[in-house]
Structures are given as structure tokens and as C-alpha cells.
């Protein structure tokens, strides 16, 4: 079970900085092939890591972005109103 937390943990912080799953893969030695089966796979902890690690990270790089608009950068402006439009849309 150590093993198999450790891997879990591994996933998680590897999708964090965006890590391609074919390089996750060699690191934790398993078939890239079985790595995407299971994160494909909702209900297994590897997809639930993966996608949590991904959304860490977009939720710090959506905050720093929120910072730039709140300055007045034109480019985080827009990218803003596209976020909240696309957030309005997922509800």
C-alpha cells in the first residue's frame, strides 16, 4: 500500500507542474498506456491525483492572472472575462 501512496502522491505533483503522462510514466516505471487507462477511470485514485494536481495548479496560476487584471493588465483583463464566462457556462 506505501508503494502504491507514494506512486499516487508522485501523480499528483508531477500534474502539478504539467508533467506529460508519457514522461510520469517512465519515472514511476509503469506503462504509459495503463497510466492514461487510469485516469481515464474516474473512480480510481490515480485520476482523482491526477486531476487535483492540475487543478492546484490552475487555481494558483488563475489567482496570480486575477492579480494582473486587478492591476489593469489589458491581457488578464480579457482572459478573466473569458474565465468567468466560461465558469458561467459550467454551471
Not at 490515480?46 to 492591476?71: D, F, I, N, T, W
Request: glycine share 4%; charged share 25%; aromatic share 4%.
Amino acid at each position: 500500500m506505501g508503494c502504491l501512496q507514494n506512486k499516487n502522491t508522485q501523480i499528483e505533483q508531477y500534474a502539478s507542474i504539467y508533467l506529460k503522462i508519457s514522461d510520469m510514466a517512465v519515472i514511476l516505471g509503469i506503462s504509459s498506456t495503463q497510466l492514461r487507462e487510469d485516469i481515464a477511470d474516474k473512480s480510481t485514485e490515480v485520476s482523482r491525483r491526477y486531476h487535483r494536481g492540475k487543478a492546484a495548479s490552475r487555481v494558483k496560476l488563475l489567482h496570480q492572472e486575477m492579480q494582473l487584471a486587478y492591476v489593469g493588465s489589458p491581457l488578464a483583463l480579457e482572459n478573466k472575462r473569458n474565465n468567468l464566462l466560461d465558469m458561467e457556462d459550467d454551471e
